[in-house]
């Protein structure tokens, strides 16, 4: 007997929702709970699940359809399992502005009005653009080559915080003895690669709904600049098209830096878009390159019981931290089990016999040892080929676009935002950006501000700063201040086993302005936003001190590291 897919209840006083999307077809398979569509209530997208598992035997509502509480959208059955759908279901009426989206959706393309913009890119800057260019009243067109979230959501910050999630469990039960039976337990890597792969598809549905939501016409394909009112579209199916936007913003992202004379080969050896290919733990595994996301792999499989090598050309590693917490760093990855090498870089590479023999070293000492994998975490390059900037005339330096801190370009009319203008190339940094495009765009003056913005290494333990580093620091004010506050002293801390660490804050003696904030510890890519909310707020070192915050916690290290700061410490 087939099963009926109803509007379940929608909330306090919400009657009614719109279809948005269907996510399977009429004759694919479903599992019980699997969501099988998508409704709009109040600005909210709820999902639909499946009551039973089976196949989509018949979809009655279509999409863009308004419907109400108990009204029946389809019918789930068994497979194999023949039935007619009845004639007389209940209607729903068609939403008038629905109707019309897919007529004005291929207009859309090649209108030229009032407000409209083109967004080339869709990672966290393009769509935080396409999005916010919408609500203004804008009629947005984004071209995407790849995926909707770009490189962080599918190669970048989603997926390794996933990873991380997971190992840190290992971790945990590897550093305590209160855990009985744990020794020996370990990661089954295709599921993880599953569980991943499932977090990032919602993910990437979520921002597609989001383009719905707004109607925003998203075009999967590839764009270059025609001249600087013109650009030439290229869909994946379907033929080339020129628009002429009012406004265009490029969010083009980036792409992985390479080692001359490496090859990555996406089977023994990766950069950081193939390594999510790697279906087993290497037993030793080589990373180069001790930025963030070298640091995070290194911790990763480290913790799933990889042999980790971690070399880093320069003299020190964590390059663009706090000498004091890179050090720290450092430190604590050493302890950790991962040979981490500086000055030190990769001078020769090769594949023979499904090993990766690595000749390392410098001018001055050289040394070949073998390795089941190797990894290239060298950075990113801003992705500009084949945007044709040269026909518009738009500036770039060193490979990146040059804009002004309002995003604007050279070009009238032509803005820029996130990895294709270089670093600090944080999805975070490109939101901001994007909402600081938006604004300008619309008649607003707006700067970005770097230094206000956080940075984050999701190592273990974490690192989360703000502001100038000690360094920078005291070459504008020679006369500043530093207090410490360490985790080991935290109650907090202290009962979870996470004393590793502390609370750094640099500040102006005489008006107590907070210069710049860095953590080492548990969470501290989490407490740095209070710091970050701090500066931005232009908060003082008094104002901190005197926060009351909960107990436990570890944010009270934040309040005693600014008491310390004023001569006030409470534990220590």
Same mark, same amino acid.
């Given at each position: 007997m087939?099963?009926?897919?109803?509007v379940?209840y929608?909330?306090?006083?919400?009657?009614?929702?719109?279809l948005?999307?269907?996510?399977?077809?009429?004759?694919?398979?479903v599992?019980?709970e699997?969501?099988?569509?998508?409704l709009?209530?109040?600005?909210a997208? @709820?999902e639909?699940?499946?009551p039973a598992?089976?196949?989509?035997?018949?979809?009655?509502?279509p999409?863009?359809t308004?419907v109400q $509480?108990g009204?029946l959208?389809?019918? =789930?059955?068994?497979?194999?399992?023949?039935?007619?759908?009845?004639?007389t279901?209940p209607?729903?009426?068609?939403?008038?502005?629905?109707?019309?989206?897919?007529?004005?959706a291929?207009?859309?393309?090649?209108?030229?009005h009032p407000?409209? #913009? @083109?967004?080339?890119?869709?990672?966290?800057?393009?769509?935080?653009a396409?999005i916010?260019?919408?609500?203004?009243?804008a009629?947005?067109? /984004?071209?995407?080559?790849s995926?909707?979230?770009?490189t962080c959501?599918?190669?970048?910050?989603?997926?390794?915080?996933?990873?991380?999630a997971?190992?840190?469990?290992?971790? +945990?039960?590897?550093?305590?003895? $209160?855990?009985?039976g744990?020794?020996g337990?370990?990661?089954?890597?295709?599921?993880?690669?599953?569980?991943?792969?499932?977090?990032i598809?919602?993910?990437?549905?979520?921002?597609?709904?989001?383009? &719905?939501?707004?109607? #925003?016409?998203?075009?999967?394909?590839?764009?270059?600049?025609?001249?600087?009112?013109?650009v030439?579209? +290229?869909?994946?199916?379907?033929?080339?098209?020129e628009?002429?936007?009012?406004?265009l913003?490029i969010?083009a992202?980036s792409v992985?830096?390479?080692?001359p004379?490496i090859?990555?080969?996406?089977?023994? =050896?990766?950069?950081?878009d193939?390594i999510w290919t790697?279906?087993?733990?290497?037993?030793?595994?080589? =990373?180069?390159?001790?930025?963030a996301?070298?640091?995070?792999?290194?911790?990763?499989?480290?913790?799933?019981?990889?042999?980790?090598?971690?070399?880093?050309?320069?003299d &020190?590693?964590?390059?663009?931290? %706090?000498?004091e917490?890179?050090?720290?760093?450092?430190?604590?990855l050493k302890?950790?089990?991962?040979d981490?090498m500086t000055?030190?870089?990769?001078? &020769?590479?090769?594949i023979?016999?499904?090993v990766?023999?690595a000749?390392?070293?410098n001018?001055?000492?050289?040394?070949?040892?073998?390795f089941?994998?190797?990894?290239v975490a060298?950075?990113?390059?801003?992705? =500009?080929?084949? @945007?044709g900037l040269?026909?518009?005339?738009?500036?770039?330096?060193?490979g990146?676009?040059?804009?002004?801190?309002?995003m604007?370009?050279? $070009?009238d009319?032509i803005?820029? #935002?996130?990895?294709?203008i270089?670093?600090?190339?944080?999805?975070?940094?490109?939101?901001h950006?994007? %909402? $600081?495009?938006v604004?300008?765009?619309f008649?607003?003056?707006r700067?970005?501000d770097?230094?206000k913005?956080?940075?984050?290494v999701?190592s273990?333990?974490?690192?989360?700063s703000?502001?100038w580093?000690?360094?920078?620091?005291?070459?504008a004010?020679p006369?500043?201040?530093?207090?410490?506050?360490?985790f080991?002293?935290?109650?907090?801390?202290m009962v979870?086993g996470?004393?590793?660490?502390l609370?750094?804050?640099i500040?102006?003696?005489?008006l107590?302005?907070?210069?710049g904030?860095? #953590?080492?510890?548990e969470?501290a890519?989490e407490?740095?936003?209070n710091?970050?909310?701090a500066?931005?707020?232009?908060l003082?070192?008094?104002?901190?001190?005197?926060?009351v915050?909960?107990?436990?916690? /570890?944010?009270?290290?934040m309040?005693?590291?600014?008491?310390?700061?004023?001569?006030?410490?409470?534990?220590i």
């Open positions: 087939p099963v009926e897919i109803l379940p929608l909330g306090h006083n919400v009657k009614k929702a719109k948005i999307e269907w996510m399977k077809a009429e004759g694919d398979a599992e019980e699997e969501i099988v569509a998508h709009e209530a109040e600005k997208v @709820l639909i699940q499946s598992a089976g196949v989509l035997a018949a979809i009655v509502v999409e863009g308004e $509480v009204d959208m389809g019918y =789930i059955a068994k497979a194999g399992e023949s039935f007619e759908v009845p004639k279901v209607s729903a009426k068609k939403s008038p502005e629905s109707a019309k989206v897919s007529v004005e291929s207009e859309q393309i090649a209108e030229t407000q409209s #913009i @083109l967004v080339i890119g869709g990672g966290p800057g393009g769509y935080t396409a916010k260019a919408a609500q203004k009243g009629k947005v067109t /984004l071209i995407e080559k995926k909707l979230g770009g959501l599918h190669t970048g910050c989603m997926p390794t915080k996933a990873y991380l997971k190992a840190k469990v290992l971790e +945990q039960l590897a550093a305590s003895d $209160v855990y009985a744990a020794n337990i370990g990661v089954d890597i295709k599921k993880l690669m599953g569980y991943t792969n499932t977090a598809g919602k993910l990437t549905n979520g921002v597609g709904m989001l383009m &719905k939501r707004y109607e #925003i016409n998203v075009v999967n394909g590839s764009a270059s600049l025609l001249g600087t009112d013109k030439s579209v +290229q869909p994946i199916d379907g033929e080339a098209f628009i002429r936007p009012d406004v913003i969010a992202g992985p830096s390479d080692i004379g090859a990555v080969d996406g089977r023994r =050896i990766h950069n950081t193939t790697l279906d087993h733990v290497p037993k030793r595994m080589l =990373i180069a390159g001790s930025g996301v070298g640091t995070e792999f290194a911790c990763i499989y480290n913790a799933l019981g990889a042999s980790v090598k971690l070399v880093e050309m320069l &020190k590693a964590m390059p663009g931290l %706090d000498r917490i890179a050090d720290a760093l450092s430190a604590s302890k950790r089990g991962i981490l000055s030190t870089g990769i001078l &020769k590479a090769e023979s016999k499904g990766v023999s000749t390392l070293g001018s001055e000492t050289q040394s070949t040892e073998p089941d994998c190797l990894l060298a950075g990113r390059k801003p992705e =500009i080929e084949g @945007l040269e026909r518009a005339g738009v500036a770039t330096d060193r990146a676009i040059v804009v002004g801190p309002d604007r370009t050279n $070009v009319r803005y820029a #935002i996130g990895d294709v270089g670093p600090p190339m944080l999805a975070h940094a490109a939101f950006e994007a %909402d $600081v495009a604004d300008n765009i008649g607003g003056d700067r970005a770097y230094r913005i956080a940075y984050c999701y273990y333990p974490e690192v989360g703000v502001g580093t000690e360094e920078q620091a005291m070459n004010h006369d500043c201040k530093i207090t410490r506050f360490p080991s002293a935290n109650g907090k801390a979870c996470e004393t590793e660490g609370v750094k804050i500040f102006e003696d005489k107590g302005e907070l210069l904030v860095h #953590i080492i510890g969470h890519t407490l740095i936003a710091f970050a909310t500066v931005s707020s232009e003082s070192i008094d104002e901190i001190a005197s926060t915050m909960a107990h436990p916690t /570890l944010s009270e290290a309040a005693e590291a600014a008491q310390a700061g004023i001569g006030h410490a409470l534990h």
